[in-house]
């Protein structure tokens, strides 16, 4: 392995966790409670909460509770909790997992080698993704273009860069819906662009969005074009029932139209469904023993802070009863008693 | 219905939720915050949580975290936040559940009926059981005598009893051992009578008690008699192996060996599993239709405050998308998207 700043304190994990957003930071929490020693392998931390300026549903934080943090902060306290209890977190992109040891021993306990983009490797007895989704992209012309030049896939982050300028949130569910709300605080003019008639966010956000003179719902209709010279000028929508375009004089475009699933690197080892998320079962098992998955990319059947949390504590937990059968011990049962 | 000063405000709800613990309290900011009218029927507040003092694994608080909040403290942070959305919290013992309508319409949408035992009915158009568990017996002589004279389920509410007094503690899980670590702040001496001679709590709170010198470990021995006259005055432990007794000099007896699940008001409308726990989908389903579950009652494979929160919003939005699809609505996506 060559000598490289960021690398971890030592080469060999009881547990390596890819992604470090709630499901990530939780799992490490169980399994170091449980001192098997954790090592998280992240792009970022924090996932997809940090992009969520109010976090009211997250239960124990919310705008009334004293010191109530935004999604940041409260990531910034998992990951301090992970960290508290012993978990390691380095920066950098798996490229490769890869079951190198088909039947552990003591003498031989580890299973996989992972392999970072800067050639990095360690070795765990136990693996869990739980490195969520990247977004979607609109596929149309001009998109790749654009790309921090008028076009964002992070409202949150960009939000403060469209002050007094017109934009366009794409999108018909709550990070869209949020956006937009975020948005009426900078902007001049928001688009609401949705390919439907009914929007599948939040009321309570919705009634929000409807409430504001900034919003202008662009309903039934699809983005057909991203134009601009140098910088975005402009969104060519297209009406799905008329056939009709518009183009909406805009200098940003907000992209809120969902996540994909990234599986190519452990396509041998784990089962996808339709949407490529990762099945698991009760106790997050993919169909690899001692490989675990946990949060917004598995079948979990919604994606919340709180679920992927709560999934981060089962494969945690799941992860060590794993190694404790492996050396022949009961491990913990279900219960708490 | 009899007047009744702690009648809800109204008898018609959209969701009903039976218990106040971690998932029925999550599951309540979930449904109001999709507008749905919500009343939680509960014979306490803040569920199995507020028996922790010392809560450090649920993400977001642990002892570093600015105001980390013991069990209570966070419970009553559950409380706040499910009633800043709307929801409705009465105290009451359900004795009845029943379904009084198949085929709920718009018209005529309430399809259960419940009735707390003073008399009080509430209809409802959901129902979520997250009502939990209650702690199991040791179903040997005296233990129903000395009640509250001794006996005790509750090391976190009665342990200052117990100051410069002998204990024995049983059981072998972490309710137990953190019930040992917490008594030996009051107690002179404490047994610690385990009937095998491992223990499934976790190492770390393990490893504080076997570090006090006030612990007495008492491994394969199952207790078998608890004496007294008034109070508690002895407990009679019997070695699993050699079938020895041995009378443990005690005050206190604190019995932490686990739960059951009561489901008999229930179980026309559930399936059980061996261990008579409600049978749920990945989205909280059970076998009936509008009849949703979450928490430490289900068949979840772990039981944690987490793991329970985050079951409790799956079953919130289970709930939502449930009455959509009644009005022929979509409902959300499970995605953020």
């Known amino acids: 392995m060559p000598e490289h700043i960021h690398a971890a304190s030592k080469t060999k994990w009881d547990v390596v966790i890819i992604g470090a957003g709630s499901a990530g930071l939780t799992a490490a929490v169980y ?5 098997l020693s ?9 996932g997809q909460t940090i992009l969520t300026n109010h976090i009211e549903n997250y239960p124990g934080f919310f705008k009334e509770t004293p010191g109530y943090p935004s999604g940041p902060k409260l990531m910034q306290i998992f990951e301090e909790q992970a960290k508290h209890f ?8 798996v490229t490769k997992v890869e079951v190198v040891n088909e039947s552990p021993t003591p003498e031989n306990p ?25 977004p979607r992209e609109l596929g149309i012309p001009g998109e790749k273009k654009f790309i921090g030049r008028g076009v964002s896939t992070c ?14 949130v794409i999108g018909g569910g709550n990070s869209a819906v949020e956006a937009a709300e975020l948005l009426t605080k900078f902007a001049s003019k928001v688009y609401l662009v949705h390919r439907r008639d009914q929007f599948r966010a939040d009321e309570i956000t919705m009634d929000k969005v409807k409430a504001s003179p900034k919003v202008e719902l662009v ?4 983005p057909a074009e991203i134009k601009g010279d140098k910088f975005v000028s402009g969104l060519v929508v297209q009406n799905v029932n008329t056939q009709e375009t518009r183009e909406l004089p805009v200098h940003g475009v907000f ?6 699933v990234v599986t190519d690197f452990v396509k041998d080892y784990v089962e996808v469904n339709k949407a490529n998320e990762i099945v698991v079962n009760e106790n997050c098992e993919t169909r690899t023993p001692g490989l675990f998955s946990a949060g917004d990319l598995t079948n979990i059947p919604f994606k919340q802070t709180i679920t992927s949390a709560g999934q981060g504590a089962i494969a945690g937990l799941s992860a060590y009863n794993y190694l404790m059968r492996l050396q022949g011990k ?8």
Request: aromatic share 8%; glycine share 8%; net charge positive.
């Open 31 to 35: 399994t170091c409670r449980k001192k």
């Open 255 to 260: 992209v809120e139209i969902g996540y994909i």
């Open 330 to 337: 009961a491990g913990i049962k279900a219960d708490w008693a």
């Open 155 to 168: 409202a949150t982050c960009d939000a403060p860069l469209f002050r007094n300028k017109n934009v366009a």
């Open 219 to 222: 309903l039934n209709s699809m």
């Open 110 to 134: 580890y299973k996989f080698v992972l392999e970072l983009s800067n050639g990095e490797r360690y070795e765990a007895r136990v693996v869990l993704l739980a490195y969520g989704k990247v």
């Open 86 to 93: 012993g978990a390691e977190i380095i920066m950098g992109k």
């Open 38 to 46: 954790t090592l998280i392998l992240s792009v970022d931390v924090g």
